[in-house]
């Protein structure tokens, strides 16, 4: 199977990790919506052990194409939750989308 993986790394402001664990945890509010989209495999979220405030987010998907139409069609969804989200990192930075299968 080829897989399609997004990956981000947050820097969370202090006190608000809690709020930011709800949604961005593997059961979190961004994984709910995701799950609605067919082809979603599941998000891992991981915690830097020397910056309590750094995480990664690995949300994988059957496919680029699985991806996209989940973005086409929940566009106002996932707009509106980046909304909610806003404020409650100092960084996030886009660390790659990447495909599991190599030749």
Do not use: K
Not at 79 to 84: I, K, N, P, Q, Y
């Amino acid at each position: 199977m080829i897989r399609y993986t997004h990956i981000w790394a947050f820097q969370v402001r202090p006190g608000r990790v809690e709020e930011f664990l709800h949604h961005y945890a593997g059961a979190g509010t961004w994984a709910l919506l995701f799950r609605r989209a067919p082809g979603y495999i599941g998000t891992r979220l991981l915690r830097d052990r020397n910056d309590p405030l750094r995480f990664v987010t690995v949300d994988d998907w059957e496919s680029e194409e699985h991806y996209r139409a989940f973005r086409t069609q929940f566009t106002s969804e996932y707009e509106a939750l980046d909304r909610d989200c806003e404020g409650l990192m100092m960084a996030e930075t886009a660390l790659g989308q990447l495909s599991d299968w190599v030749a």
